[in-house]
Antibody
Framework: QVQLVESGGGVVQPGRSLRLSCAAS????????VHWVRQAPGKGLEWVAV????????YYADSVKGRFTISRDNSKNTVYLQMNSLRAEDTAVYYC?????????????WGQGTLVTVSS | DIVMTQTPLSSPVTLGQPASISCRSS???????????LSWLQQRPGQPPRLLIS???DRFSGVPDRFSGSGAGTDFTLKISRVEAEDVGVYYC?????????FGGGTKVEIK
């Protein structure tokens, strides 16, 4: 079955960096795009970034553009989110999620999420 | 960016009764390919979101048939024909027609 497992979250000081990983299994990873979506504590969902199946196309939310970088390693079935210059408002659960085939950017499967807390 | 507005914010429902959630987008969600990429997600307490409906009305694999989606253009609806206890949670609409992807603010379904 499709599985997405996030890791790398934790507590980090403002201005520092963190790298999240999303390990995929149960499907042909190299054929699917992957999103990162976040959810601040007690709040709604906010899309962060997406990467195409081959890594050739990437899009970012304005709130993270220039600070976050999405990448993937298809040999390791893993997507990464490098987060630099972190701010308090980046505190959230970060989910990776798979792009549904033939449905533009629609998301079908979600991971369990990893919590990032930005605090001094 | 496309703004997604959901109503109501909260929906107390009696078990076995229907529930309906509305979602309106600030612009048409019809993609250049002719499809409308409006999805509905369910988030149970303490769980990640789960896809219920894609492309306005396509029920995802394993989703009970008491869930149905409808709408067109800028106005969309999720209906639960008979609410069960396991349906408690927050429901989100989401558009994937253009980047950035955007979500509605969520509707909390709870049992009266």
């Amino acid at each position: 079955q499709v599985q997405l497992v996030e890791s790398g979250g934790g507590v980090v000081q403002p201005g520092r960096s963190l790298r999240l990983s999303c390990a995929a299994s149960g499907f042909t990873f190299s054929r699917y795009g992957v999103h990162w979506v976040r959810q601040a504590p007690g709040k709604g969902l906010e899309w962060v970034a997406v990467i195409s199946y081959d890594g050739s196309n990437k899009y970012y939310a304005d709130s993270v553009k220039g600070r976050f970088t999405i990448s993937r390693d298809n040999s390791k079935n893993t997507v990464y989110l490098q987060m630099n210059s972190l701010r308090a408002e980046d505190t959230a659960v970060y989910y990776c999620a798979r792009v549904l085939k033939a449905a533009a950017g629609t998301i079908d499967y979600w991971g369990q999420g990893t919590l990032v807390t930005v605090s001094s | 960016d496309i703004v997604m507005t959901q109503t109501p914010l909260s929906s107390p429902v009696t078990l076995g009764q229907p529930a309906s959630i509305s979602c309106r987008s600030s612009q048409s969600l019809v993609h250049s390919d002719g499809n409308t990429y409006l999805s509905w997600l369910q988030q149970r307490p303490g769980q990640p979101p789960r896809l219920l409906i894609s492309k306005t009305s396509d029920r995802f694999s394993g989703v009970p048939d008491r869930f149905s989606g409808s709408g067109a253009g800028t106005d969309f609806t999720l209906k639960i024909s008979r609410v069960e206890a396991e349906d408690v949670g927050v429901y989100y609409c989401m558009q994937a027609t253009q980047f950035p992807l955007t979500f509605g603010g969520g509707t909390k379904v709870e049992i009266k």
